[in-house]
C-alpha cells in the first residue's frame, strides 16, 4: 500500500493525479488533500476518496465546506501550515506537490525535512532556490521526482545512469540536454504580440493545464523556469541545455550523452503519463493513455526558440546566471504580472517588461540562496511589481 498526499487536488495535475490512482487501484491509497477555491470540485474527492486529512487555503472556501466533508476527513485550518502538515505526514509514502507558485515552496521544505518522497509538479520552488532545496534532500534523505513533462522525460533518459534516486550525481556522461517546448499559441503568430487578449493566450495548441502556467508558455517564461529547475534537479550547467521548440509535443525531451547517443522520451502529450510514472516509481503500470502512432505523427519539427519575440525567457536564463536571490525574484515578479495581465490591467507584452523592472531594482546577492533568503526575496519582489503597476514604470522598459 502506497499513501499518498496531493497538494492542489483540484487543478490539473490534482485532478489528472487521482484519475491515475483511481485506475491503478486499492494498492494506491489517498490520505491527504488540498485545494484552493474549487469547493465543488473537493468535495466530490473528498467524499469519493475519503482522505484522513483535508485542507483549503481560502478562508471563505474553508467556511463554504466546513460542515460538509466526510465523518473520517478532518478539515484542518485555512493556512500554509496545514499544507505543511499534510506534506510531512508521517504515514505519506508520496506527496504530489501540484500547486502553483511560491505557496508550494514551504511544503515541498517541510517533505524534504521530513524525508519524503516529492512528485514535483510546482517548479516555482526549484526555481526559487533549487540548489538549496537539492542539498537538503540529500541532508533528509529525501527525494524529488519531477512531474513536469518535460523535466521528467529527462529522468527517465537519465534513469538507468543511477541507482535510486541519486541520478543527479550521474551527469558527467551528458553532452547535452534538449529540453522541448511546444512555444505555445503564438510560435508561429506574425501579428504583433501587443495585442494578445487573455483568451487568445491560454488558448494552448497541445496541453490542458491551470491559467498560470499557460500563460507562461505563452511567454516561454515557463521554458525559462523549466531551464532553472533542470539545471538545478540534474547538477547541469547552463551550456549543457539547449531550449528547442517542438510544436508536435512529442518528444518531450531528450539526454545526448558523449558518444553521441540520443535518448529521447517520446509519446502523447498527455500530463498521466509522467504522473504515473512518479507514483509508481521505479516500475511501469498500464496507463490509460493512447498510444503514439508514429505513421500519424509523421512529421516532428524542431527550431530555436525566439528570443527577442519572447523576452521572458531571455530574462529567465539571465536570472539564473546572475544568482542569489534574481531567480527568486523572477519567478514572483512573474505571478504578479500573470495575474495583472489576466485580470487585463496590463497588456501581453507587458509581462515581460514589468519582470524586467523589478529585476533591475533588485538587490544583487552571491552564493546560493537560502531557504529564507528565497521566501524574502520573494516578498520584496511581490511588493515591488506591485508597486511598479500602481506608478506604471514598467512602461519605460526597455528589454
Not at 189 to 209: C, D, Q
Not at 216 to 231: P, Q, R, V, Y
Not at 360 to 389: F, I, M, V, Y
Request: charged content about 20%.
Amino acid at each position: 500500500m502506497k499513501n499518498i498526499v496531493i497538494l492542489g487536488s483540484t487543478g490539473s495535475i490534482g485532478t489528472s493525479s487521482l484519475d491515475v490512482i483511481a485506475r491503478l487501484g486499492k494498492e494506491y491509497r489517498v490520505i491527504a488533500l488540498s485545494a484552493n477555491n474549487n469547493t465543488d470540485l473537493f468535495l466530490k474527492q473528498l467524499h469519493t476518496f475519503k482522505p484522513r486529512f483535508a485542507a483549503v487555503l481560502n478562508p471563505a472556501s474553508y467556511e463554504k465546506i466546513k460542515d460538509q466533508v466526510p465523518a473520517a476527513t478532518r478539515l484542518l485550518p485555512p493556512e500554509i501550515e496545514s499544507l505543511m502538515f499534510m506534506a510531512s505526514l508521517p504515514s505519506a509514502d508520496l506527496v504530489i506537490n501540484g500547486v502553483v507558485g511560491a505557496v508550494g515552496f514551504q511544503p515541498l521544505v517541510s517533505a524534504i525535512k521530513a524525508g519524503k518522497t516529492v512528485a514535483l509538479a510546482n517548479k516555482e520552488p526549484m526555481v526559487m532556490a533549487g540548489k538549496t532545496l537539492m542539498k537538503e534532500c540529500e541532508r533528509w534523505e529525501a527525494a524529488i521526482l519531477p512531474v513536469d513533462s518535460e523535466p521528467s522525460a529527462i529522468f527517465q533518459c537519465l534513469a538507468g545512469l543511477a541507482d535510486e534516486y541519486s541520478y543527479h550525481r550521474h551527469t558527467q556522461d551528458i553532452s547535452r540536454v534538449f529540453l522541448t517546448a511546444s512555444g505555445g499559441p503564438f510560435a508561429k503568430r506574425k501579428a504583433a504580440l501587443s495585442t494578445v487578449t487573455p483568451a487568445e493566450a491560454l488558448n494552448h495548441p497541445r496541453w490542458h493545464m491551470g491559467k498560470k502556467i499557460t500563460i507562461d508558455s505563452a511567454t516561454l517564461m515557463n521554458k525559462g523556469f523549466e531551464s532553472i529547475e533542470i539545471m538545478n534537479l540534474f547538477n547541469l550547467p547552463e551550456e549543457k541545455v539547449q531550449i528547442v521548440i517542438h510544436p508536435q509535443s512529442i518528444v518531450h525531451s531528450a539526454v545526448e550523452f558523449n558518444d553521441g547517443a540520443i535518448l529521447a522520451q517520446m509519446g502523447e502529450p498527455d500530463m498521466r503519463v509522467p504522473i504515473q510514472y512518479a507514483i509508481t516509481y521505479p516500475h511501469r503500470a498500464p496507463g490509460p493513455v493512447k498510444k503514439l502512432n508514429l505513421f500519424e505523427a509523421a512529421k516532428l519539427e524542431f527550431f530555436e526558440p525566439d528570443f527577442e519575440r519572447f523576452p521572458c525567457l531571455a530574462l529567465a536564463l539571465s536570472a539564473y546566471r546572475q544568482g542569489g536571490i534574481m531567480p527568486a525574484v523572477l519567478s514572483a515578479a512573474d505571478e504578479v504580472a500573470v495575474d495583472a495581465f489576466l485580470k487585463e490591467q496590463i497588456k501581453f507584452t507587458d509581462i515581460s517588461k514589468l519582470i524586467y523592472t523589478v529585476l533591475k531594482g533588485a538587490p544583487h546577492t552571491s552564493g546560493d540562496t537560502t531557504l529564507n533568503q528565497a521566501l524574502d526575496a520573494d516578498a520584496w519582489a511581490r511588493e515591488a511589481a506591485q508597486a511598479c503597476l500602481a506608478d506604471k514604470t514598467y512602461k519605460k522598459a526597455s528589454i
